[in-house]
């Protein structure tokens, strides 16, 4: 059945796989051994975690296998380059905002949940519409990057062709949420961030491993390589570029995207997104918790870059016969979502490509514990306990491990969704999909918390009402969408629909709609008169 076993993959190969789910299994088993007491500390680890380690937690969710994928995808495609990297600028202004003004608030108010600041502005109903809208988008977003996961592993268990069948992906999917729900059950949010930290230096072995052997196969010197892909050919745009200062509405990673869309996107991520923000909240103090946001950011840059190099190396490899020479593959260059786990595959020594599928099996269920952990946490704190008051410690932390169960089931379930969406969707790559879907909760979001921290204006119901309209305008702008309501509106002797956004765009008109939806009402009388305290 595992079609693999018998090719590709050697009993090595094998070996080193297994070693790295024992190394889960011990880290579990460890964890095991200091059971959580509470519901607390099962959410935030009694507030002890190093932010050393709670910054490669960060980096580890960030990262997932649609960086591990996709990001190699942007660089290996005809007309692919670096901009993607341009969109750390972004990044780092936004964590510099949570780092002084979003951590600092959360800390204040002794949340369990982020979204518990959100009921001394807008009221209980504001902070369970806020809870509510991060549950629903975390389910889109990480979802999406099941999905993304099992494309990879369906590979490895059936083959390369069989892996574009659904029921193939279906068992890949299964298969990856059974184990993440198994060790996240185990100890909490602490075996969380403690095994984001083994599975990220797992990770970076293996791309560290995977560069050096693409660079041993690629017989051209590196300055050669680093020539041809500044100048790939006549009229051929540099591979090489980093800043695109392009006003191409259509064109997704350019300064102007990453000033303002990736921006919002990324102060949305790292401030109003529990998954994100639940490891910040197990530091000891504001302090630290901003700390390891800004390292997490600063750290993300070469590990993106490394990425990114990955595909440039890829190109080369597949697609430029006049470097490679006698050494070219002699079997059809793969796609761009499956090219790094063909060459794997393919060319990768026996052990190494044990390693590099570790390290894959290491991004996928780094980000889905995470995500399961912290949807687990908002709905018991802010939905279970309101239901159910006044009950045992014990009750509570059973219950958590139930809501883990019921949400890894969930993100499975929207997974299988997602083969058929991107089936829709055929031009859209594995990166723009993932960072994509996020933007549905992210707007309505981040509009609520802006206007929460950084106002005196809203109530409980322009906070609803501006959670609906982010969600309502990204919808409105989903090609399908798009093209079904635009097309009935003229634009420059065309309709609107021949337009092409990108979608960081789409983030900020719909942040900025639902910022001014949120602001429209001043507050009311029993709603507090100021911005809530950030330090």
């Not at 969710?61 to 750390?88: M, R």
């Not at 990856?176 to 990220?200: H, R």
């Not at 892909?229 to 009229?235: E, K, R």
């Not at 064109?251 to 000033?259: M, N, P, S, Y």
Request: aromatic letters at 10%; charged letters at 10%.
């Amino acid at each position: 059945m595992l079609t693999l076993a018998a090719g590709s993959f050697a009993t090595l190969d094998w070996i080193v796989v297994g070693a790295y789910m024992l190394v889960l299994l011990g880290s579990g088993v460890w964890f095991a051994r200091m059971e959580p007491k509470s519901a607390s500390e099962y959410f935030l680890a009694g507030r002890r975690m190093p932010a050393w380690a709670v910054a490669i937690s960060i980096i580890a969710s960030s990262l997932s296998v649609a960086t591990f994928i996709g990001v190699p995808e942007q660089t290996f495609k005809d007309g692919g380059n670096l901009t993607y990297l341009s969109t750390n600028i972004g990044g780092f202004l936004a964590v510099l905002v949570v780092a002084y003004v979003f951590i600092p608030a959360f800390y204040k108010q002794n949340c369990t949940t982020i979204y518990e600041v959100l009921e001394h502005r807008f009221g209980q109903t504001g902070k369970l519409a806020a809870s509510a809208t991060f549950m629903i988008g975390r389910l889109f977003a990480s979802g999406a990057r099941v999905y993304i996961a099992a494309i990879p592993l369906a590979m490895i268990m059936f083959g390369v062709e069989e892996s574009r069948e659904p029921v193939y992906l279906i068992s890949a999917i299964a298969a990856l949420s059974v184990v993440a729900v198994g060790y996240t059950l185990i100890g909490g949010i602490a075996s969380v961030i403690w095994t984001d930290v083994i599975q990220t230096v797992v990770l970076l072995t293996a791309i560290l491993a995977g560069v050096a052997l693409m660079l041993a196969k690629i017989p051209a010197p590196i300055d050669q390589i680093v020539a041809t892909l500044n100048a790939p050919g006549p009229g051929l745009p540099s591979k090489l570029t980093v800043l695109d200062f392009s006003l191409d509405p259509a064109a997704e990673f350019t300064v102007w995207t990453a000033l303002l869309g990736f921006m919002l996107l990324n102060l949305a991520a790292y401030g109003t997104d529990h998954d994100m923000v639940q490891r910040m909240l197990t530091c000891k103090n504001a302090v630290q918790g901003g700390r390891s946001a800004i390292t997490a950011i600063v750290l993300a840059v070469p590990i993106v870059a490394l990425f990114l190099i990955v595909g440039l190396l890829l190109h080369v490899f597949y697609k430029r016969p006049d470097l490679m020479m006698a050494s070219a593959p002699t079997y059809a260059p793969p796609d761009g979502q499956r090219t790094l786990l063909t060459f794997v595959l393919n060319e990768f020594p026996t052990g190494l490509a044990g390693l590099m599928v570790a390290g894959l099996f290491a991004v996928g269920l780094g980000s889905l514990n995470s995500a399961i952990n912290a949807m687990a946490a908002t709905a018991i704190k802010d939905f279970y306990m309101r239901i159910e008051p006044g009950r045992t410690d014990r009750h509570y932390l059973v219950a958590s491990r139930w809501a883990t169960l019921a949400w890894g089931v969930a993100l499975a379930g929207f997974a299988v969704l997602c083969i058929y969406w991107m089936r829709a969707h055929p031009q859209t790559t594995l990166l723009s999909f993932a960072l994509k879907v996020m933007t549905f909760a992210y707007s309505g979001l981040l509009a609520v918390f802006v206007t929460a921290l950084f106002t005196r204006r809203g109530n409980t119901q322009s906070c609803v009402a501006a959670l609906v309209t982010g969600f309502v305008v990204i919808g409105l702008m989903d090609p399908i969408v798009w093209s079904l309501w635009a097309g009935q509106i003229a634009f420059r002797g065309e309709t609107l629909a021949d337009l092409k956004i990108a979608f960081p765009w789409h983030m900020l008109l719909a942040t900025v709609l639902a910022t001014t939806v949120c602001c429209i009402p001043g507050p009311r009388p029993s709603d507090s008169q100021t911005p809530l305290p950030t330090a």
